[in-house]
């Protein structure tokens, strides 16, 4: 029976208050995240964890001391596991971890793929939107990392898949039914923001945020009035917008309440759990919005895990480089999509 190892790409995170500084300095040293030389970006990297440990470390302490994203990522590639095993029982199937900035490292990550000799290989971030600064940086990693056998195909994104689009439909659904279907309210999908340049630069990110939010607003008729923005915004760079702690000050001034979905997190982690619920929720009580409500990240659902499925058995089911998983396909003029460059997302 063939073996098949699928590696779960994400940001990663610190799992204890000691490892605060090292994750920060690691993001920070990826030259997808700061665009300068190696001899200016690890002197810049440094300084800025140290200036942003001390409040990072409050952020995490409200989670428990760390990163709740490994775990929830463990229980997703359980999750999958079992769903690949019903779909292709044919395979012997393996799910495995490759964290960015964080434990499990993609060269750790690489040596236990190899150790399992697949014949093949899929590659799945977890970041439904391809961009520079996240999936290929990933893949980046893993391409230097991995030297192992099998034949692999890379996901490079599923922006508008069905089972994403409908997982999230649900969990926004159902949170407004459980508020009791208030109508003064604005539906806002907030996604992770990037500096203008960057999507200047031909990354197709934000195009693949609004083809995701069109997808799910098509499925939630009773949610005429929706927005999408753009949270976490952090040094001097123009941003691209409008940034959500504007669209819940907007929503405040007009008397309407939000609801938010993260739409670009599959996953819970500080930009959900401490941005959203506790930051923007106090904000959104500062400024009159209510109610205040949130969609949960899609964790376990099952439609979503269904949406990991799909793409894992589409993608074995073609040969060549990365590609999307469902209709998206990227304009031409997004010069740094995955599908654009002789090497795809690695390169």
Known sequence: MNKLAVVLFNLGGPDDQASVRPFL??????????????IARGPLAWLIAKRREKPAQANYALMGGGSPLLPETRRQAEALEASLAAARPDLTTKVFIAMRYWKPFADQTAKEVAAFAPDEIVLLPLYPQFST???????????????????????????TTPGLTDAHAAAIRTTWEA???????????????????????????QAQVSATAKAVAFRLPEFTDWEICFQSRVGPLKWIGPSTD?????????????????IAFVSEHVETLV????????????????????????????RFIGALTMAVTNALA???????DGPWRCPQD?????????????A
């Open 246 to 262: 504007d669209e819940i000050r907007r929503a405040g001034t007009e008397g309407k309440g939000v609801l938010i979905c993260p």
């Open 25 to 38: 300095q690691n993001l920070f040293s990826d030259p997808a995240i700061i665009d300068l030389p190696a």
């Open 334 to 346: 997004y010069a740094k999509c995955a599908c654009r460059t002789d090497r795809g997302a690695a």
């Open 318 to 324: 073609r040969a060549g480089g990365p590609a999307p």
């Open 275 to 302: 941005e959203l619920d506790h930051e923007y929720g106090e904000l959104a009580h500062e400024v009159g919005c209510a109610p205040y409500l949130r969609a949960p990240a899609l964790g376990t659902a099952p």
């Open 133 to 159: 600064t996240t999936s290929a940086s990933s893949l980046k990693d893993w391409e230097a990392a991995y030297a192992g056998p099998g034949t692999s195909r890379t996901v490079c994104c599923f922006p």
């Open 179 to 205: 508020a009791g279907s208030p109508t003064n309210i604005r539906l806002l999908f907030s996604a992770h923001g990037l500096p203008e340049k960057v999507i200047a630069g031909g990354d197709p990110y």
